[in-house]
């Protein structure tokens, strides 16, 4: 799969957003599956702009079990869970629930 940059995440959010294309026509269009563009699309209802700053985080094992046990008790989904921390892979609380 490509790497984007934060502008064209950003882009693809907004071009949603607009309401004039779909998930899938974006995706097609940048070579994407459409799960990632509703993955960026929950990230900036979160986070905004912010969403899309890449940052390299050590997260320690309280806030792992905070997020852990946030999912559990509000029932969210990886992708919202990790959208709501700005977590960039959602797949990584994946990695921690089977940790603990």
Do not use: C
């Not at 984007?4 to 995440?9: G, L, R, S």
């Not at 995706?27 to 986070?47: F, L, M, P, T």
């Not at 905004?48 to 946030?70: M, S």
């Amino acid at each position: 799969m490509a790497k984007f940059t934060a502008e064209e995440k950003l882009q693809a959010v907004l071009r949603y957003l607009n309401g004039n294309e779909s998930f899938k026509t974006i995706a097609q269009s940048i070579g994407a599956d459409d799960k990632i563009i509703r993955v960026w699309k929950k990230q900036y209802e979160h986070n905004g702009v912010e969403a899309f700053i890449k940052r390299y985080t050590n997260y320690t094992p309280q806030f792992k079990l905070d997020v852990l046990n946030f999912m559990i008790e509000n029932g969210t989904s990886f992708n919202e869970t990790a959208a709501i921390f700005g977590i960039a892979a959602p797949s990584t609380i994946l990695q921690w629930r089977k940790q603990f």
